[in-house]
């Protein structure tokens, strides 16, 4: 076919056919440019040899099945549960071939160009073809199985042993693929087509049209891949903040996102120099998204959980183990960037991979091949200096979530809203989440607590005590809520506002099934986190708490606990509830104030659980893990109740205690249900959270509103505000602050008062979708 692409390098075959120029897409199925001798690619083609060889020998076509533990026969087709698990056996039988076409084209596995290793692909090839996967059998189960998994598997398995495919053998296969991926499916950019999953079903069509030899089916899906690079304002996809969304309500950069960005690496790589380049002018937005939407959520190598959805439910990945495929990802994509972008990119990737000491990516034994090629090509490239990790705060007003990175550690935030679901339950997954859109604070260390989610601790946490929530303690049913991102509060107040370093961010919080509400502010400074709750309140009939962290201590840590200067048991099993207490400090992981004394209740316990748990298909096995807990006991039924205290992460038992005798660096200016507010004097910082309009601080709110702002040692300041419930349709900001000029300004400002007091009038915000609106004045 003119301006065609490439299968591989080798295109003699009976009968012969047009032979393409590069680029070959088998290379970037197998990876290239690394030696099958030197490690890690000398373990990881022996396991894949190993893996194929046990595929080889347990393989037994029969009526319904490829191997006796993947029967795809469904003796009552439809769409329920029991469907959708034989489906995906069907998928799964096709990813078995392909691992084991890769073992056989791939050098160095023992198993290469071997012909019965061949023979029994090609022969699985037209078994699940005839039986189960043909143009004239119909979908059952998962659609996700029949358009997009069995398709991508089927055709790149097709790519590896094209050379020993006849004409009529990939014919059948091609209106296989015709049938259960119509053109229909790019008619409109809605449903299951959108996002990764346009992606993906455009990543299997052309590679069918490359297959198949057909001009028009890569045509077609090339250009169905335009409605994917614009930014949207809602449902899936990228937004401008670097927000990603799929399923309509669910952030999922680390899931679906990764995928997004695996496809559209791969196909730019592809279709580069071909009749098909993507030339779309929007190419450069989704390009942005390497540095908007993806590495504000990964820390030193590990891909942050809140962005991940069910994903963290599956045994055998974890934060880290999601790492490596997509960080091989933005080495590829910048394959097809500037050379400043890629240059900064890969500065990037290689500082995650050397500061990443709990899980060294190259180490990982699951890697892919072109992973590891990939990575390890970057960190043999000595004209590469690892970049540091940023200081910054990034708030995703469109997602709920929220980073926070500083030298030496970084946090987020996880939140729920009207228009963000508490969490996504679907194919059995994630059964327990509930409470991951609770107001979930995760932290980690540069150099310490990057295991505290990656050693099993989602089938062993107790899902009502997850770091920084707040909930009832109602029993939850697995699920509950809904399926696909079903369950959303009704709350509206939800996000917050930054000057880029600093934040305020905040969450009116309802709880999921319940009668629990309360009002969460989160306020971001240098070296801490200062967390505030008021109007607890539910009638649920269940205690309600607060967990003010939950360390994951793996199968035998016994870290330090110190409260008010007083170290306390080490014990498995011990428990202690302290009144009044001031500060306390976990051993190598942080110091907690208790500003004007708290009640809490410290727990040290061993906990055990199994996959099976949180995912219908994990493993039943028992595992157990210990877990040192602070949390604070709103009791049954609370009603007004208020938490505050102070995370220090990585804090010292010092500087903890000095801080905590240090009366004068924080100011608690408001914790009430109207608002919350704090003032950081030494930072010339005051935030206030106003659920209700109010005079806090020297800032005064007509309406609901976010505003943060910061005094300069230049002689100017910043003032920052946000309507976060996106319904302002005019706003009146007073601060006491004598300005003598605006220097910058939004359009959304529509008029200004000077003095004395700068007075803000902020016309409709509702459009603003909850953004930051940063003006910077000088100060008289």
Request: hydrophobic letters at 35%.
């Amino acid at each position: 076919m003119g301006g065609a692409l490439a299968v591989h390098g080798r295109a003699e075959r009976t009968p012969p056919r047009s032979e393409p120029p590069p680029p070959s897409y088998s290379n970037l199925i197998l990876g290239t440019g690394f030696s099958p001798t030197a490690e890690p690619f000398r373990t990881l083609l022996a396991k894949l040899g190993q893996t194929a060889q046990g595929l080889l020998a347990t393989m037994a076509p029969a009526d319904g099945s490829l191997w006796p533990d993947a029967v795809w026969l469904d003796p009552e087709p439809d769409l329920d549960a029991e469907s959708y698990g034989f489906s995906a056996k069907m998928n799964d039988s096709y990813g078995r071939l392909r691992t084991m076409a890769q073992a056989w084209a791939q050098p160095g596995t023992g198993l290469t160009g071997d012909p019965a290793l061949l023979q029994a692909v090609l022969t699985g090839l037209d078994h699940v073809n005839t039986q189960v996967f043909n143009e004239n059998t119909t979908r059952y189960g998962n659609w996700w199985n029949f358009q997009i998994g069995a398709p991508q598997a089927l055709m790149d398995t097709c790519v590896l042993v094209y050379d020993h495919l006849t004409a009529e053998r990939i014919d059948r296969y091609c209106r296989a693929v015709d049938h259960f991926v119509p053109a229909s499916v790019f008619d409109s950019y809605t449903g299951t087509s959108t996002g990764a999953n346009r992606v993906d079903l455009c990543r299997g069509v052309i590679v069918r049209g490359i297959v198949g030899d057909d001009a028009d089916k890569v045509a077609l899906a090339a250009g169905a891949l335009s409605p994917v690079f614009p930014y949207v304002t809602s449902g899936d996809g990228f937004y401008t903040d670097g927000s990603f969304i799929q399923h309509v309500r669910v952030p999922y950069i680390g899931g679906y996102g990764s995928v997004l960005h695996d496809g559209v690496g791969r196909l730019l790589a592809l279709l580069s120099g071909s009749a098909w380049e993507l030339n779309d002018p929007n190419t450069q937005l989704f390009l942005d998204t390497v540095e908007k939407a993806i590495a504000p959520f990964i820390h030193n190598g590990l891909v942050m959980d809140n962005v991940s959805s069910r994903g963290i439910s599956r045994a055998g990945t974890s934060d880290h183990l999601r790492g490596p495929g997509l960080m091989a990802t933005i080495l590829l994509v910048g394959q097809g960037a500037s050379a400043e972008e890629n240059a900064r990119w890969r500065a990037m990737v290689k500082g995650w991979m050397r500061r990443d000491y709990y899980a060294p990516p190259l180490a990982n034994p699951g890697l892919s091949l072109i992973t590891a090629a990939h990575l390890h090509s970057l960190a043999n490239d000595s004209t590469v200096k690892p970049a540091p990790e940023p200081v910054e705060h990034r708030l995703f007003h469109h997602m709920d979530r929220a980073t926070h990175r500083r030298p030496g550690w970084c946090a987020s935030v996880s939140m729920a809203s009207k228009r963000i679901a508490h969490y996504e339950f679907g194919n059995g997954e994630h059964k327990r989440g509930y409470h991951t859109g609770a107001g979930w604070l995760q932290w980690w260390g540069s150099d310490f607590g990057l295991e505290q989610y990656s050693d099993a601790y989602w089938p062993t946490v107790d899902p009502y005590r997850l770091p920084g929530i707040t909930a009832s303690r109602k029993p939850l049913a697995d699920g509950e809520g809904g399926e696909w991102g079903g369950p959303t509060p009704d709350a509206a107040w939800v996000g917050g506002t930054t000057d880029g370093e600093f934040g305020a961010t905040g969450q009116h919080l309802k709880g999921l099934s319940s009668t629990m509400s309360a009002k969460k502010s989160w306020f971001w400074l240098d070296d801490s986190v200062v967390c505030l709750g008021a109007g607890i309140t539910s009638t649920d009939g269940h205690r309600v708490e607060t967990t003010v962290d939950n360390r994951h201590l793996g199968t035998a840590g016994a870290p330090v606990l110190t409260v008010d200067g007083r170290a306390q048991p080490r014990d498995q099993g011990w428990t202690k509830t302290f009144d009044r207490a001031e500060w306390a400090h976990i051993e190598g992981q942080a110091g907690y104030l208790f500003p004007g004394g708290s009640s809490f209740t410290a727990v040290r316990e061993e906990r055990t659980g199994a996959w099976r748990d949180v995912n219908a298909g994990g493993p039943t096995d028992p595992i157990t893990r210990r877990y040192l807990t602070l949390v604070t006991d709103h009791g049954p039924d609370p009603v007004d109740s208020t938490y505050a205290y102070v995370l220090l992460p990585g804090a010292g038992v010092r500087t903890t205690q000095q801080r905590a005798c240090d009366h004068g660096w924080l100011r608690i200016l408001a914790n009430n249900p109207r608002q919350q507010g704090v003032r950081a004097p030494r930072l010339g910082l005051t935030a206030v959270n106003f659920w209700a309009g109010g005079t806090v601080g020297g800032i005064t709110a007509s309406a609901p509103a976010s505003v943060l702002v910061r005094e300069h040692r230049d002689g100017t300041a910043t003032i920052v505000v946000s309507d976060p419930a996106r319904q302002a349709t005019s706003l009146e900001i007073t601060w006491k602050g004598r300005v003598t000029k605006v220097l910058a300004k939004p359009s959304t400002v529509t008029a200004v008062s000077l003095g004395s007091s700068l007075g803000l009038s902020l016309g409709d915000l509702t459009g603003a979708y909850g953004a930051p609106q940063k003006i910077k004045v000088k100060l008289g």
